[in-house]
């Protein structure tokens, strides 16, 4: 079992342990179970502490479990609550550390509730597209009141115990050590003939149907793609009822979000990028190499970005600039940045001015020779690269990582210009780098397994979503992306205009659309792929659009102009009459007759052109698993978090749609695009999913 019981004295103590947060699985839950009908069984017993060990009281549910047959084992959550809240001898719980969903639900249904002043609490699960469904929307409002549940509940977010003192959540708040306070409290209360249950407590509010229309109200804009927190505050809403049907409320509620899209997409993100830590052939004991230097190569805004990361986490930078000018400007605009997060209350002042000291800026080889990671950021030229990794390998010291920022270059050719390729690895950042939330990691053929252990460590150090990818033109994102750009580009050869196939793909749930997109990016840097595509890939074939743009020096953002208009001090994009003057004139050329084209098309053609290429990515073997790809795209690219990334939403297609689809598209303009992956047609024939 993972709970373990002892008696102290006259009290029963069970203790959760389940590393790493005690997260009440089948076996844990018979544990706590079987130890409540012990105690209860012994005469000498007269008081029971439920207590976690190690880093948590209970992190709540084992997620893994949701699926699985273990999940409609009994002893449910429920039943495990009911034992406690019904037992005729009193149960504390002892909260250090953090209690989350089911953990806080656990210790809701206990009698009494010690607690550390920092412990957090929460109750997250809207953030897996659900709602507490073990008591969590009934018994926290009869504790915090009805506002405060609802804001906890609705938004998922942890609080510190501290902030509740003074609620009925809490019986006693300890700086430290909550055990013996627990321990103190049951013998303090055996001595009672009766001992309170939070769901015999009223909800207490002035106006509640008042303020839950207010809330439902301000949710009702994105219940459509996020049904859970609507239900949440419909759920908490039947706190206002006899309990018991408040709960059976709750579970059919619960039941019934289980089965959404939503759902199923939030929890597949959730596990998704806990699995794309692990990498099969190289074991969880790796030895690590100590990473307490950094230095970056290239003081322009990515090169910033990314020694931002290492600033936050304490890391000392020392960042590299060829010239004075462009060094200090790269300083600059990492003050700049920490000073606008300070206005905004981000940062104290302090903090920025910590963080700033451990940036030093240098414009020679010769000051990183002690860094132990470094990473060059320069312009995307292999000839570049090359330069500045020879450099590398003449200064840099023996143990030092090596790492390429390039987002589409061959980091296996980068190593070869080093005598030592297994200390070479590619570390793809995401512009802006200090705000994106994913790393590529790209193992070369000689990559060390220790280098690569390290590196996704430090990623969980800078809270990155850490990706590993194999070596090939563009690797995961930017390989896939640019099927969805070729697509755009068709689409527009065919009678589609720019601000028609962003406001479809931005309707479907993108951040933004293939034209926005790039115009950020920089129309100039797909211009440079093109051009190389052209050479080494003849057959390669894109819309000449983009070409046609680029030529009239329309750049994107930065040039003020790109596929829209932009004013001075304005990032709003404004359709361009030129631009779509450009297009149609372009299709005339072709001698293409410009057609309606439906914004259901628009999507699919700009979807299943990923996930046909991603299907090729797994199949080379570049990505370990389809849920890498989708975690790839839910963290640096705006992929709808509601869809769970690309290839899970081919699975809630059916890739047997999904091959029809394609079929269709291939016998259309361009179609030499399409060609069914291997796989995809495969998994199709099989009757199976990508994430299966």
């Known amino acids: 079992m993972t709970a373990h019981y002892e008696t102290r004295d006259e009290v029963a103590v069970i203790t959760l342990d389940n590393p790493p947060v005690n997260g009440l699985g ?6 706590i179970v079987d130890g409540m009908q012990r105690a209860l069984a012994d005469g ?16 709540g549910a084992d997620i893994r479990e949701f699926d699985s047959p273990d999940a409609q084992r009994e002893p449910s959550l429920h039943t495990v609550i009911r034992t406690i809240e019904s037992s005729p001898k009193p149960v504390v719980a002892a909260i250090h550390s953090v209690a989350m969903g089911g953990g806080l639900e656990l210790a809701l249904g206990c009698h009494y509730r010690v607690a550390e002043r920092d412990a957090q609490i929460a109750l997250p699960e809207v953030n897996l597209g659900l709602l507490p469904g073990a008591g969590g929307t009934q018994r926290l409002p009869r504790v915090v009141g009805l506002e405060r549940a609802v804001n906890m509940i609705v938004s998922g977010e942890t609080v510190r115990v501290a902030s509740l003192e003074g609620t009925r959540l809490f019986d006693a708040i300890v700086d430290v050590d909550v055990m013996p306070a627990a321990l103190a409290l049951a013998r303090d209360v055996m001595k009672k003939s009766a001992h309170p249950k939070v769901r015999d407590l009223r909800v207490e509010h002035e106006n509640p149907e008042g303020y839950l229309g207010f809330v439902r109200a301000t949710l009702s804009a994105n219940a459509k793609s996020f049904p859970a927190p609507l239900k949440c ?11 018991e049907q408040g709960l059976a409320e709750e579970w059919a509620a619960f039941q019934a979000l289980m089965a ?55 890391i000392p930078v020392t960042l590299l600039e060829t010239n004075a000018e462009g060094l200090e400007r790269g300083i600059a605009n990492i003050r700049r940045n920490y000073e606008a997060s300070a206005k905004k209350g981000k940062l104290t002042q302090e903090q920025v001015e910590q963080r700033m000291a451990l940036l030093n800026g240098t ?42 920022n390039t987002s589409t270059l061959d980091v296996d050719r980068i190593a070869a210009f080093t005598g030592r390729p297994q200390d070479v690895v590619g570390m793809h950042f995401f512009s802006p780098a ?120 329309r750049f994107g953002q930065k040039a003020g102009a790109g596929w829209y208009d932009y004013k001075a001090g304005d990032r709003k994009a404004y359709p361009s009459a030129k631009v779509n003057e450009m297009i149609q004139a372009h299709s005339k050329s072709l001698g293409i007759e410009r057609r309606h084209i439906s914004d259901e098309e628009i ?79 495969k998994l199709a024939d099989e009757g199976k999913a990508f994430n299966s």
Not at 233 to 243: H, I, N, R, T, Y
């Open 233 to 243: 505050v419909d759920a908490v809403a039947g706190s206002l009822k006899p309990f």
């Open 434 to 553: 200090n705000v994106m939330r994913l790393l590529e990691v790209v193992r070369g053929a000689k990559t060390g397994k220790d280098v690569l252990a390290t590196v996704m460590k430090l990623a969980k150090r800078i809270r990155k979503v850490a990706v590993v990818a194999g070596v090939c033109d563009g690797f995961i994102g930017n390989r896939m992306i640019e099927q969805y750009s070729r697509q755009a580009g068709f689409l527009l050869d065919e009678g589609a205009l720019p601000e028609q196939v962003d406001r479809a793909a931005e309707a479907f749930g993108f951040a933004m659309g293939p034209f926005r997109m790039i115009d950020m990016a920089g129309n100039d840097i797909s211009w440079a792929i093109r051009k190389r595509r052209y050479v080494e890939q003849p057959e390669f074939t894109y819309s000449r659009t983009g070409d046609l743009l680029c030529e009239m020096g």
């Open 44 to 59: 000498a017993v007269k008081a029971i502490v439920i207590h976690g060990q190690g880093n948590a009281f209970s992190g």
């Open 260 to 314: 959404t899209p939503a759902s199923r997409a939030l929890r597949h993100a959730f596990l998704g990028e806990r699995m794309a830590s692990k990498i099969p052939d190289v074991p969880a004991d790796t030895p690590t190499r100590r990473i307490d230097q950094v230095a970056v190569i290239g003081a322009g805004m990515m090169g910033g970005g990314i020694s931002m990361n290492f600033l936050n986490a304490g």
């Open 363 to 404: 414009l020679s080889y010769g000051d990183i020779g002690n860094a132990d990671l470094v990473i060059e950021a320069v312009f995307e030229n292999l000839d570049v690269k090359e330069s500045v990794f020879r450099q590398l390998d003449a200064v840099a010291k023996a143990g030092a990582i090596l790492a390429s």
């Open 26 to 31: 089948y076996r844990t839950r018979r544990g």
């Open 603 to 681: 999507v699919e053609r700009l979807v299943l052109s990923m996930v046909n290429e991603g299907a090729l990515i797994l199949e080379e073997g570049i990505a370990t698993r389809a849920s890498d790809i989708d975690m790839v795209y839910l963290s640096g690219y705006g992929f709808p978090k509601h869809r769970g990334g690309p290839m899970l939403y081919a699975d809630e297609v059916g890739l047997y749609n999904v091959v029809q689809s394609i079929s269709r598209y291939a016998a259309g303009y361009e179609g030499s695009a399409w060609k069914v992956a291997p796989l995809l047609q």
